[in-house]
């Protein structure tokens, strides 16, 4: 599987256990919803400062997003 598509089921999963939408993760995160959303669907390709934020919104660490 694509890394990007990876990363974003793997952010999806992690942000729905959590019981928030797009829209309020993405402001928890200090990222655009369509952003997120992109990210999601494996369209983006984030930086790692990226990945690194939203793993620590999640409470995981960075690498884990991408197993």
Known sequence: MDVCRRLGRNIRALRERTGLSQEAFADHVGLHRTYISDLERGT???????????????????GSLLD
């Open 44 to 62: 983006r390709n984030p930086t790692v400062r990226v990945v690194e934020k939203i793993a620590l919104a999640l409470g995981t660490e960075a």
